[in-house]
């Protein structure tokens, strides 16, 4: 069993920085996909960005180019660099971990953290 846990949320002004980390513990190897989801208020659960264990990435066209995504594989650690952060990016960010077959897709990951909470205020 894998289980996750995400730290580094907080409050930050519109236009600064944030990171986030996720720490990955288990029996298991590391995942071969980790990702990075966030949720509103009244809003599904969307996509942010994902890692493979070789180090490719794929971003939301909504944080691309502001956000980066990386992970320690030897430290079984996911991070997420959050830069120029507007309020529309203000959610309850959760980590995630799945198989090869992981998308952009909440039902293809298998383990989730509880999520941290980043707000930005204006």
């Known amino acids: 069993q894998v289980q996750l846990v995400e730290s580094g949320g907080g409050l930050v002004q519109a236009g600064g920085s944030l990171s986030l980390s996720c720490a990955a513990s288990g029996r298991t190897l590391n995942s071969p996909v980790m990702g990075w989801f966030r949720q509103a208020p009244g809003k599904e659960r969307e996509f942010v960005a994902n890692?493979?264990?070789?180090?490719?990435?794929y971003y939301a066209d909504s944080v691309k180019g502001r956000f980066t995504i990386s992970r320690d594989n030897a430290k079984n650690i996911l991070y997420l660099q959050m830069n120029s952060l507007k309020p529309e990016d203000m959610a309850n960010y959760y980590c995630?971990?799945?198989?090869?077959?992981?998308?952009?897709?909440?039902?293809?990951?298998?383990?989730w953290g509880r999520g941290t909470q980043v707000t930005v205020s204006s």
């Open positions: 890692i493979r264990r070789s180090g490719s990435t």
């Open positions: 995630a971990a799945g198989g090869s077959l992981a998308t952009t897709r909440v039902g293809f990951y298998d383990y």
